[in-house]
């Protein structure tokens, strides 16, 4: 009789095992869940955006900027600065 299972269960463990697996799962993915429900995950601003930030600073302090650029110009300057990433490293045909 033993060696029948086992011959089952070899034939036939992919399909025993995906919904022992996804019961697991989902029991632990509950739990978690419970557990951390008091939990709260700050939220930080992208690479890009800290990225963006940075330059506009950098280019701010070297004097790239008018220093009486109301914040509607700084908005601007901006958009022009950081349109698209796409626009970025470019080489422009002479």
Not at 5 to 22: E, M, N, Q, T
Not at 35 to 54: A, H, L
């Amino acid at each position: 009789m033993w060696p029948l299972i086992y011959a089952v269960l070899k034939r036939y463990s992919a399909v025993i095992v995906f919904p022992v697996a996804l019961i697991v799962g989902t029991i632990g993915y509950n739990v978690e869940r419970k557990i951390r429900e008091g939990e709260v995950i700050s939220s930080r601003p992208s690479v890009q955006k800290e990225r963006q930030e940075r330059l506009l600073n950098e280019s701010q302090a070297r004097g790239a900027l008018d220093s009486s650029s109301s914040p509607a110009n700084l908005q601007e300057t901006k958009k022009q600065l950081f349109h698209s990433v796409l626009d970025k490293n470019v080489k422009l045909s002479s």
